[in-house]
């Protein structure tokens, strides 16, 4: 029996209206992502990488096309909906990090099992700590994120993406805030939630990132260019990080 892709996206298309002036974004998007797979977006600046990911996400209706997540027409949902469904389903991670500053981590990661409800705040306070745990951070809970490396605030980050067991994690240029190094560590721990079965989709415009995915969407003009599967595939895993001040990820 043929499985259901848990995204599925059809002639999906994008105008943004600035006053006059139309942008199309998107111009006839189809693909499909099933369980378990790790998928890199990449392609030029303006390309429209990040307004699929929007898209995907339900943080943002397309203008026409179908796009069905986990086999349900999004289309159809209220803004109610919508938004329950970003919180259960999906789990976003940001360039910038985008953690509250003046929460510490813990509640930091907390934050989306507030925003579902009916969750005792002793059991989202031991699921916070359970995705620290996760990501190798238990030990900083209670620190704020100024007190956190790049590469700390980072697994914060996914810490707060995977608190709610989302079936896919849509990152936007994870790494690009962070050295090569951290990059690496960072790819690693998708390449980890990824076997615990979580679907991963990334933007990158490093071929050397996109090399963790298994496949490659290239992007341009508002169109798939091209799709590809990825070839020599690096696994974080073979990599030993040298030295906590190392700079070097050396492959053993
Ligand atoms: P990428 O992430 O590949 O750099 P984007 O999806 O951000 O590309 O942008 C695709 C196109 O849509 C660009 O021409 C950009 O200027 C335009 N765009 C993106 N977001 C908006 C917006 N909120 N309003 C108007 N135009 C936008
Ligand atoms: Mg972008």
Redesign the pocket.
């Known amino acids: 029996m043929a499985e259901t892709p848990v995204i599925s996206i059809r002639n999906l298309t994008k105008v943004?209206r600035?006053g006059e002036v139309e942008?199309p974004?998107l111009q006839g998007v189809d693909l499909d992502v099933y369980r378990g797979e790790f998928v890199a977006i990449m392609?030029?600046?303006?390309?429209?990488?990040?307004?699929?990911m929007n898209l995907i996400g339900c943080m943002d209706v397309p203008t026409s096309g179908e796009y069905y997540l986990d086999g349900q027409d999004v289309r159809r949902l209220s803004k109610n909906d919508l938004a329950r469904v970003r919180n259960k389903k999906i789990g976003f991670v940001f360039q910038a990090f985008n953690l509250l500053a003046r929460a510490t981590a813990l509640e930091n990661v907390e934050l989306p099992l507030i925003y579902a409800d009916g969750i005792p705040a002793r059991e989202r306070r031991a699921r916070a700590l359970r995705a620290l745990e996760l990501v190798g951070l238990a030990d900083r809970a209670h620190f704020y994120p100024t007190q956190l490396s790049g590469g700390q605030q980072q697994r914060v980050a996914i810490a707060r993406a995977i608190v709610n067991e989302p079936l896919v994690i849509l990152a936007d240029e994870p790494t690009g805030n962070l050295d090569t190094r951290t990059s690496v560590e960072i790819m690693g721990l998708f390449q980890e939630l990824n076997e615990r079965g979580i679907t991963i989709v990334l933007?990158t415009h490093e071929p050397d990132i996109a090399q963790f995915a298994m496949r490659v969407v290239e992007?341009r003009d508002?169109r798939i260019h091209r799709i590809r599967p990825v070839e020599n595939r690096r696994r974080a895993g073979a990599y030993a990080v040298v030295g906590q001040s190392s700079n070097t990820a050396v492959r053993q």
């Open positions: 943004y600035l942008v974004a392609g030029p600046s303006g390309s429209g990488k990040s307004t699929l933007v992007m508002g």
